[in-house]
């Protein structure tokens, strides 16, 4: 059972940034594709990034490519989501996600462990 830790979120100014944290439990972590998703009020979970098992791979949905970047620090069993540029559509809910192969995509269903989740806000 691998859990997830979620922290970084916060209210901030449209154009600014944050950077999300996720910490796993598990020492496999470095075997496992990561993910981030996000639930805004009234919508549906969406995908937002995913990084391969060794980092070498990333995908991004096409709302937050080139500003927002997905790493992790496999020392550390942990991966993270730096946001940049950030817009008011951005405010959600984020979670991370821990997929049981080497390679994840887009879908929820490929991932089987969940964070808890962090609020992000952005707001004037």
């Known amino acids: 059972q691998v859990q997830l830790v979620d922290s970084g979120g916060g209210l901030v100014l449209p154009g600014g940034s944050l950077r999300l944290s996720c910490a796993a439990s598990?020492?496999?972590?470095?075997?496992?594709?990561m993910g981030w998703f996000r639930q805004a009020p009234g919508k549906e979970r969406e995908f937002v990034a995913t990084?391969?098992?060794?980092?070498?791979?990333?995908r991004y949905a096409d709302s937050v490519k080139g500003r927002f970047t997905i790493t992790r620090d496999n020392f550390k069993n942990t991966v993270y989501l730096q946001m940049n540029d950030l817009k008011a559509e951005d405010t959600a809910v984020y979670y991370c996600?821990?997929?049981?192969?080497?390679?994840?995509?887009?879908?929820?269903?490929?991932?089987?462990?969940w964070g808890q989740g962090t609020q992000v806000t952005v707001s004037s």
């Open positions: 990084i391969s098992f060794s980092g070498s791979n990333t």
């Open positions: 996600a821990a997929s049981l192969y080497g390679r994840a995509g887009s879908r929820d269903v490929e991932y089987a462990y």
């Open positions: 598990e020492r496999t972590f470095s075997n496992y594709a």
